[in-house]
């Protein structure tokens, strides 16, 4: 059987223990898995709205978890993808603020993105940088560069870029409603996000699994120097996997700021960072694996309110 077959096997089978014993335990304390089952789907996906708001939070999730199976595969735990969303958002802002009265809203709009890509690669090569050249764990460099990012936002906000005659909390001025990505009736999920993500899902696919470049990156993470001697541009694939990870997180910044939040807000990222790298963890190198586990995990939290609520 293939190497990559057994693994998938593993991985199906720990899923489906795990729910096994999940059974175990609810039926242990008196209830009924198929009636929890229920619960948790209605208060996930009973309703247009529960359905949108876990479509809302998918689409960074998947694109921070393709970012990180580049670096993971690697061998780098790259901790700063916090960051790395929040130096997109940043940057999405730039061509906003400056061309949201002069150029067409489609052209503002690709501006921004493009923008929002360009910041998280860069601010994830800033981290590879620190990495390669200046002999600092990646994970600490990305920590760091964390709260510098955050920090930078919070001037923003509450200096050049501050509401006027106000500034707080609640982030910049709102910008124009032309310049909002459509999204699914009053929520606040974009079909064109929605289409992003899957598109960057499917080349993550292709490049780690069908692509010269993807098998050098995982001969690097494998064994760094052995890869180096055998001819492989070992720190020019590590630097590629921080600025495609860094990339990937500044597209989830610059949705967020045009489909969800239409400013920028100090805590741009939400937090979906830190679940990517759970996500990542998980699936290992599957990374058609990051769909399912993404919905679920995203769908998790309002099923536990809908079990609240229940009780």
Same mark, same amino acid.
């Given at each position: 059987?293939?190497?990559?077959?057994?693994?998938?096997?593993?991985?199906?089978?720990? &899923?489906?223990? /795990?729910?096994?014993?999940?059974?175990?335990?609810i039926l242990l304390v008196g209830g009924s898995p198929i009636e929890v089952?229920?619960?948790?789907? =209605?208060?996930?996906? $009973?309703?247009?709205?529960?359905?949108?708001?876990?479509?809302?939070?998918?689409?960074?999730?998947?694109?921070?978890?393709?970012?990180?199976?580049?670096?993971?595969?690697?061998?780098?735990? %790259?901790? @700063?993808?916090?960051?790395?969303?929040?130096?997109?958002? &940043?940057? =999405?802002?730039?061509?906003?603020?400056? #061309?949201?009265?002069?150029?067409?809203?489609?052209?503002?709009?690709?501006?921004?993105?493009?923008?929002?890509?360009?910041? $998280?690669?860069?601010?994830?090569?800033?981290?590879?940088?620190?990495?390669?050249?200046?002999?600092?764990?990646?994970?600490?460099?990305?920590?760091?560069? %964390? #709260?510098?990012?955050?920090?930078?936002?919070?001037?923003?906000?509450?200096?050049?870029?501050?509401? /006027?005659?106000?500034?707080?909390?609640? @982030?910049?001025?709102?910008?124009?409603? =032309?310049?909002?990505?459509?999204? #699914?009736?009053?929520?606040?999920? /974009?079909?064109?996000?929605?289409?992003?993500?899957?598109?960057v899902l499917a080349a993550t696919i292709v490049v780690m699994r069908g692509?010269?470049?993807?098998?050098?990156?995982?001969?690097?993470?494998?064994?760094?120097?052995?890869?180096?001697?055998?001819?492989?541009?070992?720190?020019?694939?590590?630097?590629?996997?921080?600025?495609?990870?860094?990339?990937?997180?500044?597209?989830?910044?610059?949705?967020?700021?045009?489909?969800?939040?239409?400013?920028?807000?100090?805590?741009? =990222? /939400? %937090?979906?960072?830190?679940?990517?790298?759970? &996500?990542?963890?998980?699936?290992?190198? %599957?990374?058609?694996?990051?769909?399912?586990? $993404?919905?679920?995990?995203?769908?998790?939290e309002p099923m536990s309110m809908a079990i609240s609520r229940d009780r």
């Amino acid at each position: 059987m293939p190497k990559l077959s057994q693994s998938t096997v593993y991985q199906t089978g720990a &899923i489906a223990l /795990s729910l096994v014993f999940i059974a175990i335990v609810i039926l242990l304390v008196g209830g009924s898995p198929i009636e929890v089952l229920t619960n948790m789907s =209605s208060g996930a996906f $009973g309703t247009p709205d529960q359905m949108a708001r876990v479509v809302m939070t998918l689409v960074p999730l998947i694109l921070c978890t393709c970012g990180l199976l580049f670096t993971f595969t690697a061998g780098l735990y %790259n901790l @700063g993808i916090e960051g790395q969303i929040s130096a997109g958002a &940043i940057a =999405s802002m730039i061509p906003i603020r400056l #061309f949201e009265n002069t150029l067409p809203p489609f052209v503002v709009i690709v501006l921004a993105i493009l923008a929002g890509i360009l910041g $998280g690669a860069l601010w994830g090569l800033f981290a590879g940088v620190l990495n390669v050249y200046g002999r600092i764990n990646e994970i600490f460099a990305g920590l760091g560069l %964390n #709260f510098v990012a955050d920090g930078l936002a919070i001037y923003l906000i509450f200096g050049p870029w501050k509401r /006027s005659g106000v500034a707080s909390m609640s @982030g910049t001025e709102q910008f124009n409603e =032309s310049l909002w990505l459509p999204t #699914f009736g009053n929520t606040q999920a /974009s079909p064109i996000a929605l289409i992003l993500a899957l598109l960057v899902l499917a080349a993550t696919i292709v490049v780690m699994r069908g692509t010269y470049f993807g098998l050098k990156l995982k001969a690097v993470g494998q064994n760094l120097r052995a890869s180096y001697v055998l001819g492989i541009p070992s720190v020019r694939q590590l630097l590629s996997a921080f600025a495609i990870c860094g990339a990937c997180a500044g597209l989830a910044g610059a949705l967020q700021v045009l489909a969800v939040f239409h400013r920028l807000i100090p805590t741009v =990222s /939400s %937090n979906l960072g830190y679940l990517s790298l759970l &996500i990542a963890m998980l699936i290992g190198s %599957n990374a058609w694996l990051i769909l399912p586990i $993404g919905k679920i995990s995203q769908a998790l939290e309002p099923m536990s309110m809908a079990i609240s609520r229940d009780r």
